[in-house]
């Protein structure tokens, strides 16, 4: 099993900053992808940035400039650096990976309890 467990989200005001970081635990073999969703009251779960195994990244339009993703490997944590927060950020975010249990597992989605963040106008 893989356990991820986010922590960083909280109240701000417009302008300000957070730092949300997520950590994969388990019998993880190896984990590829790793990434930042979010999911704001009555609204589907969206994207917020990935990161892959080599380091590219990719980031929602609403984010581009402002949120940065990073990863440390050998620690299996994923980070997302959050500036300039506008009231629309505040949603409950979400740390995912895609690993495998052991060299010859299919790889796997794996999901955090989520962590909120709210952003006061």
């Known amino acids: 099993q893989v356990q991820l467990v986010e922590s960083g989200g909280g109240l701000v005001q417009a302008g300000g900053s957070l730092r949300l970081s997520c950590v994969a635990s388990g019998n993880i073999f190896r984990i590829s992808n790793m990434g930042w969703y979010r999911q704001a009251p009555t609204k589907q779960r969206e994207l917020v940035a990935t990161?892959?195994?080599?380091?590219?990244?990719n980031y929602a339009d609403s984010v581009k400039g402002r949120f940065t993703i990073s990863r440390d490997k050998a620690k299996n944590n994923v980070y997302l650096q959050m500036n300039s927060l506008k009231p629309e950020d505040t949603a409950v975010y979400y740390c995912?990976?895609?690993?495998?249990?052991?060299?010859?597992?299919?790889?796997?989605?794996?999901w955090g309890k989520g962590t909120q963040v709210t952003v006061s106008s």
């Open positions: 990161i892959t195994y080599g380091g590219s990244t």
């Open positions: 995912s990976c895609k690993g495998r249990l052991g060299p010859w597992e299919d790889e796997s989605e794996y």
